[in-house]
């Protein structure tokens, strides 16, 4: 089983800065990729970035050049470092996990990700 604790969301200004972590326990797999998703009331919830055991990364257009994932594996903690924020980021953020499979990018849909955390809640004021 594989548990996924989301941290360091808060409110700030537009056009301020917060790092999110998501540290992971259980076995996660020895590849396999971790996404971030947020979800705003009355919206689906929509992928921000992912980022998989090699370091590949994919990040939706609406935050490309803004935000930034990494991860230390030694700590099992990926990372959401999110800057310029827009009163349109407002939302709960999730991480993800799910296998890596063979020559294949890491999945941008919900569906395909077996385990979530809590959510942290951003908001970014005007």
């Known amino acids: 089983q594989v548990h996924l604790v989301e941290s360091g969301g808060g409110s700030v200004q537009s056009g301020g800065s917060l790092r999110l972590s998501c540290v992971a326990s259980?076995?996660?797999?020895?590849?396999?990729?971790m996404g971030w998703f947020r979800q705003s009331p009355g919206k689906e919830r929509e992928v921000v970035g992912t980022i998989d055991s090699d370091g590949h990364l994919r990040y939706s257009d609406s935050v490309k050049g803004r935000f930034t994932i990494d991860r230390d594996t030694a700590k099992n903690t990926v990372y959401l470092q999110m800057n310029s924020l827009k009163p349109e980021d407002t939302a709960m953020y999730y991480c993800a996990t799910t296998p890596l499979l063979p020559y294949i990018p890491c999945p941008t849909a919900r569906g395909q990700y077996d385990y979530w955390g809590q959510g942290t809640q951003v908001t970014v004021s005007s």
């Open positions: 259980g076995y996660t797999g020895r590849r396999n990729c």
